[in-house]
């Protein structure tokens, strides 16, 4: 399962616990992004404390890991790349690239699009109030879509949330709270006043 897990949120959890169980999916490997290209319109927290973050939330599942392939590979993260790293670590293992239906109908603006459908089975998970339109283009097969229990979470909600004091509990697990205000993440920058303001 990719994202770039700024947080991490159970909205992810649950997402990747109902795939697992509808797929019979032996593991499920949380890959937090290393830098985001599409996400370059706003600053990602640095990919160490995402990657302890999504350690957290997953470690009390022995279905669930984490791996650093995209942090440690340094530069963009591209799917095409994290597929072909997987797949040689994993030569056996047939795998599903699981992700939010919004990711899925940008698939087509990814790079080496055709030469990921041959690598996963691409399993989009849809939030409520999302509705995708399903690319006709995209091969037959190639792409699932699936209902999640509805849980409007996102981590944009949360980040918005600790910026303005709400509450974060539940939407996360407790240790990804804890952690959030341990290291201070989300809070408002305090920039200078302007002269005057
Ligand atoms: P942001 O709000 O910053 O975009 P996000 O909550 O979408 O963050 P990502 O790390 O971008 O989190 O998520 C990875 C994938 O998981 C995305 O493709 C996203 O659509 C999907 N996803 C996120 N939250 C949910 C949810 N509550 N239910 C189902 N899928 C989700
Ligand atoms: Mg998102």
């Not at 999504?54 to 993260?77: E, H, M």
Request: glycine fraction near 8%; proline fraction near 8%; avoid cysteine.
């Amino acid at each position: 399962m990719g994202g770039t897990f700024d947080p991490v949120h159970n909205g992810h959890l649950v997402a990747a616990s109902e795939v697992a169980a509808l797929f019979s999916l032996d593991e499920v490997v949380f890959v937090p992004s290393g830098q985001p290209w599409q996400k370059a319109d706003r600053e990602v927290s640095p990919a160490e404390d995402r990657y302890l973050m999504t350690f957290l939330a997953t470690a009390g599942n022995p279905q669930f890991t984490v791996s650093r392939i995209d942090i440690d590979r340094g530069g963009l993260t591209y799917t095409i790349d994290t597929l072909r790293d997987l797949a040689a670590l994993r030569p056996d293992a047939e795998l599903f690239f699981i992700t939010g239906a919004d990711a899925i109908a940008q698939i087509l603006t990814w790079r080496d699009v055709h030469a990921l459908f041959p690598l996963a089975h691409f399993i989009g998970v849809t939030r409520p109030g999302y509705h995708l339109a399903f690319d006709a283009s995209l091969p037959a097969g190639s792409v699932s879509l699936l209902e999640v229990p509805a849980l409007a979470i996102s981590s944009s909600d949360i980040r918005d949330r600790v910026a303005r004091g709400a509450p974060i509990w539940y939407l996360t697990p407790d240790g990804v709270v804890r952690y959030i205000v341990k290291r201070g993440l989300y809070l408002p920058r305090h920039d200078p006043s302007p002269p005057g303001a």
